[in-house]
């Protein structure tokens, strides 16, 4: 009876250290250590509004940059850098934008290239142009344009493009896909409305501008914009005075477009002594209160509220 015992308990024990085995390697199939835990990102606030309306609460979307940031120059930082680790994938602009790719190790399977599509519609920069903004200083810009969003239209592009990648991963169902993608095209074809209404109130006139930002819906709807770099954080000096004073007298225009807000001491010199008005249209490239698309519908009717008024005198 001894033996017996002796015999049967060790077999029981090997049979119980199997058992175990197997249950804790079928766990370990069903999570992969590798499978990414984290929201999807997006590299600029226009992306983040495209993605949020499409996905939809379903599909936790952040930021990458945060307020007052430029992602043109921005650089992720440790933070930045595990929630791209984590990130259950990463939506980016394209076109040049995302210098800071070079340096962070993201997959390449994570990557949503969202301009890809209508790459042979990208614009070069006439010349390297320089621009001057705050304490980050002078910058040159070189090469693609990748302010793409600035167009309504080509914002639809990007949105179409994520939309059937979101579909074919199973994030969103195709019809859930649909209903929402109507909507957000509905409001992207509505701000490039606001753009028409623009180059109908500008009535070939031109207009001057602190940065190279406003390509795309210009070359769209036929608008004339000469860019001279001023920065909005402070006042000019002689010699930038006297070459926006030049570009006031060979092209006329009837105001002049800021990414952001003026300073006051800048916006002194606009009206005295060269009499030009100062209007905000931002790129909404950073988090604000409104999305991106709001942020850009408000700013435009401002715009248009000028120009109109102007027509009028």
Request: proline share 6%; hydrophobic share 40%.
């Amino acid at each position: 009876m001894d033996s017996t015992r002796c015999a049967i308990f060790p077999a029981l024990t090997l049979t119980l250290v199997f058992l175990l085995l197997g249950c804790s390697g079928s766990d370990t199939k069903a999570t992969p250590r590798n499978e990414p835990s984290g929201p999807i990102v997006a590299s600029t606030w226009p992306l983040t509004t495209l993605a949020r309306e499409l996905l939809g609460p379903e599909n936790p979307v952040e930021c990458l940059v945060k307020a007052g940031e430029d992602p043109i120059h921005w650089t992720p930082d440790g933070d930045s850098l595990a929630t791209l680790v984590h990130a259950k994938a990463v939506l980016i602009n394209g076109a040049g934008l995302e210098n800071w790719l070079l340096s962070a190790n993201v997959a390449p399977t994570r990557l949503m290239r969202l301009s890809d599509g209508f790459e042979d519609r990208w614009i070069e920069y006439a010349k390297d142009l320089q621009h001057s903004h705050g304490a980050r200083g002078a910058h040159d810009h070189v090469g693609v344009d990748p302010h793409v969003w600035m167009d309504p239209l080509l914002a639809l592009e990007q949105a179409r493009a994520l939309q059937t990648q979101a579909v074919d991963l199973g994030w969103i169902e195709s019809d859930t896909a649909k209903q929402r993608g109507e909507a957000l095209e509905q409001r992207l074809r509505e701000l490039d409305g606001l753009w028409a209404r623009v180059a109908t109130a500008l009535d070939g006139r031109s207009m001057l501008a602190n940065h190279d930002a406003y390509s795309y819906p210009a070359q769209r709807h036929g608008l004339t914009i000469h860019v001279v770099d001023v920065d909005p954080e402070r006042s000019m000096d002689v010699k930038l005075l006297a070459e926006l004073q030049a570009a006031v007298q060979s092209h006329a225009p009837c105001c002049m477009l800021f990414e952001a807000e003026p300073h006051a001491s800048l916006a002194a010199q606009l009206q005295d002594p060269l009499s030009i008005p100062a209007l905000v249209l931002s790129p909404a490239e950073a988090p604000g209160e409104l999305d991106a698309i709001e942020s850009m519908r408000s700013d435009l009717n401002q715009l248009l509220q000028f120009l109109t008024a102007k027509r009028g005198q």
